[in-house]
């Protein structure tokens, strides 16, 4: 019984001590840390992530006929063939990408149709305040596959200054914790 309480009263500590450090640190980068936005580079594709409104509208700044847009999770409404096709985007030129459930694995598998159509470069969109972690996640995914990669903003009811609302304040907490877990995942354990 002693080592059953050893292991919960380290697990609780380790929990508190990564709790702290999250809220230590949302409170000293804050809300602009949550957002990069590149100054997109000309490429070969442009990968949508699915989960927000107008990443989708948002890409297809930068689509011109014969780019390929690859959409991941693409059963997701705001993400879909047939959404693309409606905002103007030749069928022929969407690939989709059905198994996707996290920011991961929309590197894993996009990365897997880059190398199989042969495309050195691509311009990945996502919302405004899922931008840091999705750098992250692709420029390592990426790493050693020699594909350039830029990234674009589409703007989100998120923001970075002011007076923070409710709603600001779970979507970053939700992306610190996030982004603690996604690094601890590809830099500390390399999974």
């Known amino acids: 019984m002693p ?26 980068l804050g809300r602009p840390f949550l957002v990069i936005d590149d100054e997109p580079e000309p490429s070969e594709a442009i990968i949508v992530l699915s989960g927000g409104e107008g990443r ?3 890409a297809l700044k ?3 006929p014969g780019r390929v847009v690859i959409l991941t999770n693409a059963v997701e409404p705001p993400t879909t063939k047939q959404h693309a096709v409606e905002l103007g985007v030749r069928p022929s030129d969407v690939i989709e990408e059905k198994k996707a459930t996290s920011t991961y694995s929309n590197a894993t598998l ?7 159509q042969d495309l050195e470069s691509a311009l990945v969109v996502t919302s405004d305040y899922h931008t840091r972690r999705t750098k992250m996640t692709f420029e390592k995914i990426y790493s050693s596959s020699g594909i350039q990669l830029s990234y674009a903003a589409a703007p989100s009811p998120f923001s970075t200054t002011g007076k923070m609302t409710r709603p600001d304040h779970m979507t970053a907490f939700s992306e610190y914790v996030k982004l603690s877990g996604y690094w601890l995942r590809l830099f500390v354990f390399h999974i």
Request: with cysteine; charged share 15%.
């Open 110 to 116: 996009s990365l897997e149709i880059m190398q199989e």
């Open 62 to 64: 930068w689509y011109e």
């Open 3 to 28: 080592m059953i309480k050893k292991v919960l009263l380290t697990i609780f500590i380790t929990s508190c001590v990564a709790l702290f450090t999250i809220i230590i640190t949302f409170s000293i």
């Open 56 to 58: 989708l509208s948002h």
